[in-house]
């Protein structure tokens, strides 16, 4: 991660709902400028995270610290400079977009001009004059978002924006976020299931599982620890021959089938002399190929790793 100071951190963060622990010793660290990706599989903790950044839930212990400082005690202070959109968008439908806007721009007692502004900034300004009945899931997420870039925020937190939408929403709401980012310069933390998401829009990420951060870096170090995951798949006639005669370059071999042999990840020429082998040891190759597990299976495996400590 950067030196440059955190925009968002928690330290030791723990909440329980009643008896029950849900979060285990949280530490987040957001790189101001950054895409935050907040990923979990559903109940990791992820919302009640979000809410106790909001100042919405309290910690049972652990500090939130935003801009440097300490959330229990500069709440409207720093409140004030973090946009959200942590459920559907309560909105008034048989109101227009503009209306719905400028309703909440009159509560907060900003300046008239905001109500264009955000609209035009999350693309809603040719459609603002139509009910928002008639807007898309994905127009109504962006109409929610315009409601939460009202006061200008450094920061927004956003519990999984593209629930729900359909590809081409997802798509706008990727651009829209990346604009934000960078034209904007806004940080941006947002929550998601899915990885595939992440993957494509965020410049850094943590992971939760049963409320504890199982990774937490910039983007390329996830892809790096999916790297080290490489596996040379063997499919032969017998893997248990092939062991048996080529013991020493099969020693890390696993055999997943009667004629196949799984190895960490080789380097080309090791791939080649391990072919020449076996080819000299009258074994037939059927199949000899590199296998990079999906960013899938890599967060499923430090799930795995973290229910096992
Ligand atoms: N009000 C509540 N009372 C008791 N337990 C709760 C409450 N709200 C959430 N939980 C529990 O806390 C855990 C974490 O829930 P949370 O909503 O934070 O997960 P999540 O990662 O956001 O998942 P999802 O994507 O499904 O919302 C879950 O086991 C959930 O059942």
Known sequence: ????????????????FGARPILH???LRVPPGSIYGFLGPNGA????????????????AGTVQLFGHDLARHRVALLSRVGALIENPSLYDHLTGRENVDATRGLRGLPAHRTADVLALVGLSEAADRPAREYSLGMRQRL???????PDPDLLLLDEPTNGLDPSGIMEMRGLLERLRQEHGKTILLSSHLISEIEKIATHVGVIQQGRLVFQGALPELRQLRAGQEQLVLETESADTCRNLLPRLLADATVTGPGTLRLPG??????????????????PIYGLRQEQPSLEETFLQLTETSVAQ
């Open 266 to 283: 080789r380097a080309p020429a090791q791939v080649a002399a391990l072919a020449a082998a076996l080819v000299a040891a009258g074994q």
């Open 1 to 16: 991660m950067t030196n440059a100071p955190l925009l968002l951190q928690t330290q030791d963060l723990h909440f329980r």
């Open 25 to 27: 010793g949280v530490n």
């Open 144 to 150: 929610g978002l315009a409601l939460a870039l009202l």
């Open 45 to 60: 903790g992820k919302s009640t995270t979000l809410r106790l950044l909001l100042g919405l839930l309290k910690p049972t």
